[in-house]
């Protein structure tokens, strides 16, 4: 079975500093993990994805993240906030095989200017 | 990537009533799509898997009878809710399955607020 945790509903930030939103997976074949944006009343974006090739993951929009497999965890970070990054954030895990994504229950990010 | 349509964004109906969405693959033929409900300040939960040609796979605790799925051509899928009640209200995504240089990969549609009287 799999299962994302995002620790922290809700996180906020001043503009110009880091964002780490942390997601922890548990997963007992090596998973797929994605990072998602979802802004009101849209559908999902994706950020980056992690399929076992590099372990840091470079995404859109300045977002990275590494896996790390020792700690089970799959973090977000933006080096710098912006206005525009305030959004809903999904941390997700699937198999190797094509089957639904197993979504964690999502982090709020707010960014102040 | 891909491109996904719904339609409609917004639709409000009555209790008792039928309501159908639509899910597109603009850019590509989707063997597999998924739907997925999000209730507000929730995550998404997958409701079913819709394979194009086969009966769709339906997650525990939903109820086929009322969340009917169709895949019926490779670049639509369609959800119908059923006899609708208020606590159907909720937003419905959906996504298409894409394989790229030998990884899976979900492109999700825009959802659908549903909101039923």
């Known amino acids: 079975a799999q299962s994302v945790t995002q620790l922290g509903s809700h996180v906020s930030v001043s503009e110009g500093a880091l964002v780490l939103l942390r997601c922890n997976y548990s997963?007992?074949?090596?998973?797929?993990l994605f990072w998602y944006v979802q802004y009101p009343n849209q559908g999902l974006q994706l950020l980056l994805k992690y399929t076992s090739a590099a372990t840091l993951v470079k995404g859109i929009n300045g977002f990275e993240a590494e896996f790390k497999k020792s700690e089970t965890s799959f973090h977000l970070t933006k080096p710098s906030a912006h206005m525009s990054d305030a959004a809903e954030y999904f941390c997700?895990?699937?198999?190797?095989?094509?089957?639904?994504?197993?979504f964690g229950k999502g982090t709020t990010l707010s960014v102040s200017s | 990537g891909a491109v996904v349509s719904q339609h409609p964004s917004w639709v409000i109906c009555k209790s008792g009533t039928s309501v159908k969405i639509e899910c597109r693959s603009l850019d590509f033929q989707a063997t597999t799509m998924f739907w997925y409900r999000q209730f507000p300040k929730q995550s998404l939960m997958l409701m079913a898997t819709?394979?194009?040609?086969?009966?769709?796979?339906?997650e525990q605790g939903v109820e086929k009878d009322k969340f009917l799925i169709n895949h019926a051509s490779l670049t639509l899928s369609t959800l119908t809710v059923t006899s609708a009640h208020p606590e159907d209200s909720s937003f419905y995504i959906c996504?298409?399955?894409?394989?790229?240089?030998?990884?899976?990969?979900?492109?999700f549609g825009p959802g659908t607020r549903l909101t039923v009287t």
């Open positions: 997963s007992s074949v090596p998973p797929y």
């Open positions: 996504s298409v399955l894409r394989t790229t240089s030998g990884s899976y990969e979900q492109y």
């Open positions: 819709s394979n194009e040609g086969s009966k769709a796979t339906y």
């Open positions: 997700a895990v699937s198999d190797r095989t094509g089957t639904a994504l197993i």
